[in-house]
T-cell receptor, first 113, second 110 residues
Framework: NAGVTQTPKFRVLKTGQSMTLLCAQD?????MYWYRQDPGMGLRLIHY???????AKGEVPDGYNVSRLKKQNFLLGLESAAPSQTSVYFC????????????FGEGSRLTVL | AQRVTQPEKLLSVFKGAPVELKCNYS??????LFWYVQYSRQRLQLLLR??SRESIKGFTADLNKGETSFHLKKPFAQEEDSAMYYC????????????FGQGTELSVKP
């Protein structure tokens, strides 16, 4: 039972390159989230999804796109990476009945040069 | 606007001393408040929530609506309590979104 798995765990990009972070959960959770963690800023919500085929913007959505084609997967895409997107990205999931308890992945550290 | 503020970036105490991690929030409705913890090399995880009114690992937190605070307390800190602590808020009709504070790093020295 892996819980929430993120790939890759580390990545270095050049400005302008694109990439996709994959989040997979095996708990049959309806809700999934992408957060970014920056020093002194805490965790900020980028995008989230309340079910398969749905996505919604969070607090800091600009520069990112997401897709939830399958219930267990939530993809975060950077079309043209910028140095400001250097961060640690966390995926999380929760049951619809208890959205206060988020189950987090281990994080993906992204550096944009 | 919803906001969660943790005024201390770093809190350093000695083993056995009391500890209080401060959390203040701004929300006009009826919020749910949570504390999450991230130990070194572990995933961020839920520590406790105000509606449970329970003590986890010796930690308690009381929601004070008058002062809009949800401080985390422990009477006797242990070295294994050293971690990053995040206060979080969920508002009614917010569709499951949690708003996190900036986090406080707790360091318990021997």
């Amino acid at each position: 039972n892996a819980g929430v798995t993120q790939t890759p765990k580390f990545r270095v990009l050049k400005t302008g390159q694109s990439m996709t972070l994959l989040c997979a959960q095996d708990m049959n959770h309806e809700y999934m989230y992408w957060y970014r963690q920056d020093p002194g800023m805490g965790l900020r919500l980028i995008h989230y999804s309340v079910g398969e085929g749905t996505t919604a913007k969070g607090e800091v959505p600009d520069g990112y796109n997401v897709s939830r084609l399958k219930k267990q997967n939530f993809l975060l895409g950077l079309e043209s990476a910028a140095p400001s997107q250097t961060s640690v990205y966390f995926c999380a999931s929760s049951r619809a009945q208890d959205t206060g308890e988020l189950f987090f992945g281990e994080g993906s550290r992204l550096t944009v040069l | 606007a919803q906001r969660v503020t943790q005024p201390e970036k770093l809190l350093s105490v000695f083993k056995g001393a009391p500890v209080e991690l401060k959390c203040n929030y701004s929300y006009s409705g009826s919020p749910e408040l949570f504390w999450y913890v991230q130990y070194s090399r572990q995933r961020l995880q839920l520590l406790l929530r105000h509606i449970s009114r329970e003590s986890i690992k010796g930690f308690t937190a009381d929601l004070n609506k008058g002062e809009t605070s949800f401080h985390l307390k422990k009477p006797f800190a242990q070295e294994e309590d050293s971690a990053m602590y995040y206060c979080a808020l969920s508002g009614d009709n917010q569709g499951g979104k949690l708003i996190f504070g900036q986090g406080t790093e707790l360091s318990v020295k021997p």
